[in-house]
């Protein structure tokens, strides 16, 4: 149908460089009105780039945007939206601590909206209409990641909009909420309205989109129609001549229990933390155990419980039957358990020291101090070492952290946990925001690590990973822990239930025998 | 014009900020000079050339280089560790009321350990003090920032008190100051002919000291890391709180043996004007010597010098004697205006990238 | 103890507490919108300066208040092009404000010190000011003490009821956010940072014509600072701050009561009260239960540089 309707939007030889790279090089495509077209691309292809220029967050540095067949030039999303845009941006850009009605008049002029009470009813009102139900008075931060989306989207619809823009819009949700997201588009599509929607997932693009256009390495590699071409074809527009992920690796051997979550409690410490109930969970030598779940379900405070950084308020945890309730973060190092923080610039590493102090920020348990003096000389070797064995594309161990891709830099990471050689390694998101060769690599030293008898944890948002990687599979959601099984005993829609929360009451029925 | 940032800080831009912040603090004061009728060239040069035309004059700035000095190395690890102790000048104050009153009570006894006594018991003064706001800081979560102040408004308010009441020399035609301090009390001079005393060695000594700390100890790594990120600093499972009071000790420490190098010293008793603000211009060196040792010698003369240059003003020119705080302050915000340039470069207009993709 | 007792603990109360209203209302906008201004002592101090040898030389109280807010606002404009133009720690450009205001209004003032002038008087509000306890403390002051509360309850209808001040809670909670929606970032905190000098600068006024109607170095006593422990006190919220700018006010005339109740302790102890319950009070805040930060703007002291 896109074919015989107007063109709603056209970008002609949009470029946009920043200093040292290049987003956009020369990119153009079209989009009709009420057609649902899909940019593809991997991570760093320039999509999100591309994305805020046509909504005037950024402006491009050369390129014609033509709007409605006619030429118009951007100055800023206020623009933006005035000519009929909305955009739903991959990071929400909502305001935690004011509430939802307050979110959305700031997102609108006055005059858009007459009073702050019409608005609250409008809110409603247009909820209502397209299934999007919200409470207008609760503040942001108190909603799930999928109702924040609902106020993004919910916003947009409230003005006349021609145009809808959505950056990865799936990645945060659940698999059912992602069939409901898709059905309310489809339904604003009907009307006329045009849709961008990107991602990196060929299946959702399959589902829904009715033109795709592929971006690489911030060029246009090709434009199709989904439902026509093969998912092979789509891959390697994508990724061009790198490997597409590896789709099978070994199974693991479980061996003896190495550590273990007893009916483990944290009750929230901020306002912004989650309730973690009845936690019980057994990590084995030699395996990999995937947790599933959409951000904010208890992922960080569990990890932070592992590593040592929050106390249970109930419940043992014991790595190799030695109780770590009094183990300081450091002790618990000694004692052979690793981490991989998801937050690998704020947390895993410090972008403003070299690759040696890096090296030193978890590796000082083991290695290079003696009468608390740095060996700087053996550090500096260590951190060497690392970025030739695992591969690290960096100018050498003096590198910032922070000059590094974020590829590279897990790399790093991960392979200055492993060089630690420990018997329990939690892997917070192992591969967010990594190319694909960097992804594979890092896979397989977690597979050689797991064959090496370390009990492995990972905990990741990629479903595809989680398939790819784990020996057993579960799911946090609302700080509970669903029931853990072999992989083949999980199908993916068992896994989407287990992330919707859906896994009946068999821990918390463990928990009442007690 | 606009800004861009650099792909990488300039460390080039390290270390030409301070020397573009001393240009243009010195050419804002020569239009200050202008503006209030006086010759600028030859003003500037009272100002920053006429206390050093003679040996005795490097000496004053020895004089004045010792407490400033001393309460910058305490302060160069607190910054490093983003840990804002604003309270050096308290903690100088404190001490300064403290290893008085011990001077005061040992006028009358002879021995080798007086002076040791003397300096620990300051040491240990600065240490009390800035351990309040350890203690506010690690069990409280109580803003440093704010507490180091109001504890340097108290201490003031302590010294004042000390030296209206009971400190207060009873041959002394009723003036707010305490009887002069017996020789043998008094810090050995370095020669007859100045007032430099042997603190300036220890001053020299405790930079040897950071630096070593800094540059090859874990305790200065870690504080480093602390500094630049927190939460990689827990996650690490470094003990911050161990790590903030150690700052906070050593820099109480540091300040409180500043304040028995200007008590013990050039002062010779206690009077309520006794700091000259050399806590809060310590943070100022702190700055402009780039948090590091080296850095901190050279910025604790320059800012040593504006306090020469401001008594020449005073005299030469008849100036108020505060145009040294207006240097000062001009000094450190044209500094933190400089640094810009370190992780910005200036664009003057729209150029095209001929960059290669990555 | 009596009613006039009473009546004059109130009057004196609220006295003293106009100042630290006056800087505490100018610095919460300021960190509402993000932005940590710790220079609040240099500018009440340049304010005060200012506002004296205005009056002195033009002998005009009114002209006095005028150039005091004028001359507060434009020292923060120093600190907001460092701070925000040329993206400074915040921190640090605050000390620099501080020790530079000390320097500047000492210079300045330096030949005024030891004169006088006619201080503001008391402009009773009729019929008002006769209400028993209340009245002399609300409605028997000078002109400055109505202007603050004036100024209160037009901060507290802002942060409350208006688009403006809706939008000034946005840039501080995420500026990042902020400007994706279009807002100008920096001109909201620019103009938060003006606001708060100008508050500065009127305590400073208020201090040098009518607290203590003389220019004296260092007259704001470390007001600056604890009007900045106040508005944490007050956990950014408007109505808290006058409740707090009373209790400090308080505080700050206790010796005055313990010396009319005959305790004989010495002046420059008492003297250290304000400063020791500021420190309490910050720590009765920051050790209830779940207060870590709870309520600080989340961008405050974070410098942003909208992007290209």
Known sequence: MSQENPTRLELIGITKAYPGCVANDAVSLKVAAGEIHALLGENGAGKSTLMKMIYGVVKP???????????????????????????????????????VTENIALYLSPAEYGSVSALRQRIVEVGEEYGLAINPDREVHTLSVGEQQRVEIIRCLLQDIQLLILDEPTAVLTPAEVAQLIDMLKQLARKGCSILFISHKLHEVNALCDRATILRGGKVTGSCIPSETSAGELAKLMLGDELVLDHDLPPGNAGATRLTLCDIEVRPTSQFAIHLHNINLELKAGEILGLAGVAGNGQDELVDLINGELKPDRGTLTLDDVALADCSIVARRRRGLGTVPADRVGRGSVASMSLTENQLLTGYVNHGVRHSLVNWAAVRQRAADIIGDYGVKATGPASMAGSLSGGNLQKFIIGREIEQQPKVLICFHPTWGVDVGAANHIHKELVALRDRGTAVLVISEDLDELYLLGDRLGALCGGRLSPVRPKAEVPLEQLGEWMAGAFGNAQEEVAHAH | MRIEKRLQPSQTMVYLSPILALVLTVFAGGLLFAALGHPPLESLAIFFIEPLRDTYGWSELAVKVTPLLLCATGLTLCFKAKIWNIGAEGQFVFAALIGGAVSLQLTEVQGFWVLPVILLSGALAGMAWAGIAALLLTHFNTNEILTTIMLNYIAVNLLLWGVHGPLKDPAGFNFPESALFAEHTLLPLLSFDYRVTVALFIALFMVVVIWVLLARSLLGFQLRVLGENRNAARFAGFNSRAIIWFLLLFSGAMAGLAAISETNGPVGQLIPTLSL?????????????????????????LLGLTYLGGEMAQIDLGLPKSITGLFQGMLLFFLLGCDLLIHYRLVLKERAFGVATT | MDLALLENILFATVRTGTPLLLVALGAMISERSGVLNLGQEGMILVGAACAFIAAYSADSLMLGVVIGALAGALVSLIFAFVALTLISNQVATGLALTIFGTGLSAFLGAEYVGQSIEGMTRVELPLLHKIPLIGPALFGQDLMVYLGLTLFALVFWTMRSTRLGLIIRAVGENPQVAHALGYKVLLVRYAAVLFGGAMAGLAGAYLSLSYTPMWAEGISAGRGWIALALVVFASWRTERILMGAWLFGFASILHLLLQGFGYDVPSNLLAMLPYAVTIVVLVFMMSRKGAKGLFAPRSLGQPYHPPQ
């Open chain 2, 277 to 301: 603000g050399y806590g809060y211009a310590a943070i100022i060196v702190v700055f402009m010597g780039r948090m590091h040792p080296l850095g901190i010698v050279l910025a604790s003369m």
């Open chain 1, 61 to 99: 540095d050369a390129g014609q945007v033509l709007w409605n067949n006619k030429e118009i030039a951007i100055e800023g999303p206020a623009q933006a939206r005035a000519l009929g845009m909305g955009m739903v941006f991959q990071h929400f850009s909502l305001f935690d601590t004011l509430t």
